[in-house]
Structures are given as structure tokens and as C-alpha cells.
């Protein structure tokens, strides 16, 4: 026999929690990973060359997508790293390749990146 049953969570009440669960991630993430830190900086640098050089809306469609796409992908190596080292704390080779992988997805959307901000600022520089 049930005697006490706790109230079931609205779909609204649910997705604020999930909300305040991201931006918590998002928080430690920023707080602390060096390389989320630098690229916060380059963010930061980029958002007020968009507004130096007034780049077009298309081109802040490509930067706010190139940025989010990186800080993503590295929310996402960090998350991959943590689990690796949490499931296997000593070198094993299967989890150093793992860990190199994810890294390399950072690295080609960085480069992304890097040619998305070279296409919009060179011109306006040069």
C-alpha cells in the first residue's frame, strides 16, 4: 500500500531544471578547463572585431556558429576525457586513443574556425 507519492514534475518545471543543469556545466567548464578559458578570451576578442569592422549579419551567422561550434566541441572532449579517466585512472592504449580522437575533433573545428574568421576579417583588414 503507497501512503505518500511525490507530485510528478510539470514538462516546464522539467526543463528549467535541465536549464540550470546546463548552465552549471557550462559554469564549471569556464571555471575549470585553461583551454575554455583561452578560447572564451578569443570569443570575446572576435565579438568586438565583429562590431569594430560591423561585419554583415551573414557574417555574424558564420562567427556565432563557428564559436559555438568550438566551445561545444570542447565542452564535449572535456566530458569524453573526465569519463576516460574515471572509467580507466592508468595509461591504457584503447583510452589514450580515445582521448586523442576527441582532441582531434577539436583541433579540425578549430581550424574550421580559424579559416570562417580569416574569410570575414581579412578582407576588412587588408
Known sequence: MK???MPKETFLQNRVKSVGFALRGALLLV???PSIKIQV??????????FYYEISSIEWILQVLA?????????????????CDFVHPGFEKR???????????????SIGAVIVGLIIYLPKIF
Not at 41 to 50: E, N, Q, V, Y
Not at 95 to 109: E, P, R, T, W
Open 95 to 109: 583510452i589514450g586513443f580515445i582521448k586523442d580522437v576527441s582532441a582531434g575533433a577539436v583541433m579540425l573545428v
Open 3 to 5: 501512503l505518500y507519492s
Open 31 to 33: 571555471r575549470t578547463e
Open 67 to 83: 564559436i559555438s561550434l568550438v566551445l561545444g566541441i570542447e565542452g564535449a572532449n572535456t566530458a569524453i576525457e573526465k569519463l
Open 41 to 50: 578570451f578569443i570569443t570575446i576578442l572576435m565579438t568586438g572585431a565583429g
